[in-house]
């Protein structure tokens, strides 16, 4: 038998979760001769606890929302050696969750985890961080810095929209350029997105077609900053057609070269904490996941 650790969220959204995590804990040792609970109370607790146990468990489990799983996966990431992670879902989004086919039900997810399915999955890196959704410079950065949390509370993934609509009428435009072996940009831009995994806010917007075990990232440029635009880019994937637009722009590549005038704040999973030029790679089936319903 063999040995799995939680690592709680105990401020995660999903208070179905938080509370029942007892019951998760008496369900998981069916299948683990030892399951220990970690419960974070700040800010890199989570981290901290994931780099402590990582070499005496088999498995890990992050429980909590989009900025607990980035977290524990950026003090996972850099390890030699990696136990394997998983999800149960207890954010607004979940992005990474959906993208692996969990069950958005914490408890049915834990089913899916105890079924013990296991995929090696790309992951994202861009200097000292990790990231499993997408990276972002421009319009979306904006948006996801102007979402009020109370709205996102009440509203979950419409706040995304209201935040966008809210964002585009006074954003400007910068001059962005990249470098790639499969493509080269040079010129005004909106937004940049460099997706990894389909869903963005809990949205399959943008990527709905994204091969998370392809090595290859998704690259969207938007010209204009509008609303039209934006929807045509989300109306193209899920249609899976080219886009009619000019000013919409679509590569695949595993490494690129990001620069930006004026520099440009970085969106990394939604966390908000560095700045442009950039360097990114796709670290094909870098981690070891356990799987829903998969593929998505």
């Not at 146990?53 to 977290?71: M, S």
């Amino acid at each position: 038998m063999k040995k799995a650790a939680i690592i709680l969220n105990p401020f995660a959204g999903n208070k179905q979760l938080v509370d029942n995590i007892d019951d998760v804990v008496k369900k998981l040792e069916e299948g683990y001769s030892e399951v220990i609970l970690y419960k974070t109370k700040e800010e890199g607790d989570g981290g901290r606890f994931l780099t402590e146990i990582a070499a005496d468990v088999d498995l890990i489990i992050g429980a909590g929302g989009d900025g607990t799983i980035h977290e524990l996966v950026n003090a996972l990431c850099p390890l030699e050696n990696r136990p394997i992670f998983a999800i149960l879902p207890g954010g607004t989004c979940n992005d990474f969750s959906r993208a692996i086919g969990m069950d958005q039900d914490p408890f049915k997810a834990l089913d899916q985890i105890l079924e013990n399915r296991i995929e090696k999955l790309d992951v994202g890196h861009c200097s000292t961080n990790y990231f499993l959704n997408f990276w972002g410079i421009g319009l979306i950065t904006q948006v996801s810095a102007n979402i009020d949390s109370q709205v996102k509370d009440r509203f979950g993934r419409l706040s995304y929209y209201l935040s966008t609509a809210q964002t585009v009428k006074n954003y400007k435009s910068f001059h962005l350029e990249i470098e790639s072996p499969d493509f080269t940009y040079t010129g005004d831009a909106s937004m940049l997105i460099v997706g990894n995994g389909p869903f963005t806010g809990g949205i399959r917007a943008f990527f709905p077609d994204t091969d998370i075990q392809d090595g290859k990232f998704d690259i969207l440029i938007v010209k204009e900053p509008s609303l039209k635009l934006i929807w045509d880019a989300v109306q193209s994937k899920i249609m899976n057609t080219t886009p009619a637009n000019e000013d919409l722009l679509y590569y695949k590549t595993s490494l690129l070269s990001v620069t930006a005038t004026p520099g440009q704040l970085i969106d990394c999973d939604g966390e908000r904490n560095a700045r442009t030029p950039a360097k990114l790679e796709n670290l094909k089936n870098y981690l070891s996941v356990v799987v829903g319903q998969f593929p998505v």
